[in-house]
């Protein structure tokens, strides 16, 4: 198993040497913007050339993390960003939005790593990766033991599967439920954990049925080795460097077949207890049950004391600890924020003892002047100098350097990346984009929608109004297609429906199971119909098929390269994200080149997972929490979709900035063909979407 990649997670400096020193073969890690991180401690973009050099020292490989949606105004800093990476010799970049794509022949000397938010969930899925320049794909993190087969030695992509840390209730990169509650997107980066916390069904039940146990293979690796895959990654930018070291160490010793089976089974409980909640193999193994609740909560075994294990906390201690010195006088060892430095006060000669600061009023004093509310200092005196006084004037100079080192350590980078020459292709396409839009954009904000997002049965009532009601209008059918649909009766639904039909939904979520019904569907529809892509996966089997295609709400962008890039791949429209901000929307509408759908009525779906829920929180069942966020779960082809119970509606707004192609109702979450909502949310329009 010696040729088995371990990758571990740098959040900061302390994180990056713990996995190096335990044996780490690569290490990912972001900057200070533009990464699925951003509460991690990160890196400057001035510290990259040093930071990757360390690590090739090291025996190890650099991947960098550029793994969000890009708004309009990231697509500079990403191409920049490109070009660092390329110029300090970093070996792979990890990416999720289609603009990078549009760059990647243009930064020859990068390899491109499809990021776990890209939402590869089969098969065709690395299919697509491959034909796409894509050398490596991180897998859905919900795959079991045979899908994890099937992608294995898909052409020349390499696999990499996560083997330990945190996993999403939601599948990676289909989650809106954080930027809903308050703007805060997962998919830039900037989670809030909101499935972490209590949910409340209608019965008065509460518990934590979204929050997951935490993923652990250690015992699997041989078989993963033996499956063909790459590499074997452990989740936990924003963990302390003690886990990561703990977890590298763990894994270091595994691969090289130094623990016996009950050992490692020791260690994995280790790692539980320090992260605060069980262990577990279940996607694996093929289970999808008993993966979430108060079990997802433990109480660590140092403290005793339960722990939410949130993953937003940043571990890293600021710390001073003052010893004696064997060569004479005093030390003063420091680490803030990450940075470590060493002062010594020379032995000194107290002349008036009453005039003297003893080492405990000392380090008193510089507690509360170099600590704070937000990042407490922790102090250790050496017992043996307890009753050690040191002159006024010497514990004043100590106090200035210290803290001229905090402000220098707290001098954080803005994370801009500058004075990088960029490729001359690379620049076209930026400035391109200040040319005038798509002519087909002509509908603003605030006029008629005219194409509606329906389920099969829903199109069957809006066909009952008449044909005036169709005469003036377009249906988007999406029959929830998978591994158990009546294939046959679906066709011939859709064929029955004529020319009302716009186009025809594939899912946003598949399986290996539902590749052939999903093949047999566009065989048998692909010369008659549009198809609504809605992931890479059904994009690599449309394409297969020769099938027209727009780009579904799966695949959305805030970005028009983004747009770009799919249109270049056969897509005649491209979807806008709706948790996009109104300052963005207006942006990506004056700039885009391709044909735009937005989304202005619709019961958002905020999470889409495998996980069968616990007894009283499935189905049907309205969930909400502390802040009234109200969720209804409803199972849609291989997965079950929480769905907001307030929708999102902008058909009362009016903005002649926002031009689009179509403006969509989108009713496929609805009960009803006439919603009548007593409330209803704007969204992010009206605040800023981080």
Same mark, same amino acid.
């Given at each position: ?26 290490? &990912? ?81 990068? *390899? ?24 490596? !794909? ?12 099937? =992608? =294995? ?21 289909? =989650? ?11 998919? +830039?980066?900037?989670?809030?954990? %909101? ?7 209608? *019965? ?149 003892? +009453? ?222 994200? %709706? ?30 997972? +495998? !996980? ?51 403006? !969509? ?19 992010? &329009? ?5």
């Amino acid at each position: 198993m010696k040729n088995i990649e371990l990758l571990a997670p740098a959040g900061g400096k302390l994180q990056l040497e713990a996995a190096l020193e335990a044996g780490a073969n690569a290490v &990912y890690f972001g900057l200070k913007k533009l990464n699925a991180r951003t509460g991690a401690q990160n890196f400057a973009p001035e510290e990259l050339a040093e930071i990757v050099s360390e690590i090739h020292r090291r025996g190890a490989k650099a991947y960098l993390t550029l793994n969000i949606d890009l708004s309009e105004r990231d697509l500079g800093l990403a191409a920049r960003t490109l070009g660092l990476a390329e110029s300090c010799g970093v070996d792979a970049v990890l990416v999720r939005d289609a603009a990078l794509l549009l760059f990647r022949p243009f930064f020859p000397k990068l *390899s491109f790593h499809f990021s776990t938010q890209a939402a590869v969930s089969s098969s065709a899925g690395v299919e697509a990766a491959g034909s796409l320049g894509i050398s490596r !794909v991180v897998l859905a993190r919900e795959l079991n033991r045979d899908e994890i087969a099937a =992608c =294995c030695g898909v052409g020349d992509v390499e696999i990499e599967v996560f083997v330990q840390g945190a996993m999403c209730f939601s599948c990676s990169g289909r =989650c809106y439920l954080s930027s809903w509650v308050g703007g805060r997107s997962g998919n +830039r980066g900037c989670c809030a954990s %909101p499935c972490r916390v209590k949910w409340e069904n209608e *019965s008065g039940e509460v518990g934590n049925p979204l929050s997951m146990h935490d993923l652990c293979l250690a015992q699997h690796i041989g078989a993963l080795g033996t499956l063909g895959v790459a590499s074997l990654k452990i989740e936990g930018r924003l963990k302390s460097a003690a886990w990561v070291s703990r977890a590298v160490e763990l894994y270091r010793l595994a691969l090289d077949g130094k623990l016996t089976d009950e050992d490692l089974a020791n260690a994995s409980l280790e790692l539980g207890g320090y992260a605060g909640r069980q262990m577990s193999d279940a996607f694996y193994q093929g289970t999808l049950g008993s993966l979430t609740g108060e079990g997802a909560r433990v109480a660590r075994p140092e403290t005793g004391q339960e722990t939410s294990g949130t993953e937003g906390a940043n571990e890293s201690v600021n710390s001073l600890s003052i010893i004696d010195d064997p060569a004479g006088g005093t030390l003063f060892n420091f680490t803030y924020q990450a940075e470590t430095t060493q002062f010594r006060i020379p032995p000194q000669r107290i002349a008036n003892p +009453r005039r003297a600061t003893s080492i405990v009023e000392l380090a008193e004093t510089l507690k509360s002047t170099l600590g704070s509310e937000d990042n407490d200092l922790e102090i250790s005196i050496d017992p043996a100098i307890e009753d050690l006084l040191l002159p006024r004037n010497a514990c004043n100079r100590l106090a200035d350097q210290l803290t001229a080192f905090v402000r220098q350590s707290s001098k954080s980078s803005d994370g801009r990346v500058r004075d990088i020459a960029l490729p001359s292709e690379v620049t076209q396409l930026l400035d391109q984009r200040k040319h005038p839009g798509c002519p087909e954009n002509a509908k603003t904000l605030g006029m008629r929608p005219t194409l509606f997002r329906v389920s099969l049965q829903q199109a069957g009532k809006l066909i009952e109004k008449g044909p005036d009601f169709l005469a003036r209008r377009k249906l988007i059918i999406d029959p929830k297609l998978c591994a158990s649909s009546d294939v046959t009766g679906l066709v011939k639904s859709i064929r029955e429906l004529g020319d009302v039909v716009h186009a025809v939904a594939l899912p946003a979520v598949m399986y290996e199971a539902d590749l052939k019904p999903i093949q047999a569907f566009l065989a048998e529809l692909s010369g008659e119909v549009v198809f609504e892509i809605n992931s890479w996966d059904t994009w690599q089997l449309a394409k297969k098929a020769n099938a027209k295609m727009i780009a579904g709400p799966g695949m959305a962008i805030l970005n028009s390269l983004a747009a770009k890039q799919l249109q270049q791949l056969g897509f005649a429209a491209n979807w806008i994200s %709706p948790e996009i901000d109104q300052g963005q929307l207006e942006e990506l509408c004056s700039r885009a080149q391709s044909p735009l759908y937005l989304t202005v009525y619709a019961n958002i779906p905020l999470m889409q997972t +495998r !996980v069968e829920m616990p007894s009283g929180y499935g189905e049907n069942h309205i969930l909400s929490d502390g802040r009234n966020v109200r969720l209804r779960p409803v199972r849609e082809g291989s997965v079950t979709v929480f769905r907001s119970c307030v929708p999102l509606d902008w058909t009362k707004l009016k903005n002649p900035k926002v031009r689009v192609a179509q403006l !969509v109702v989108d009713l496929t979450g609805s009960d009803t063909i006439e919603p009548r909502p007593t409330s209803t949310s704007l969204f992010n &329009y009206d605040r800023r979407l981080r």
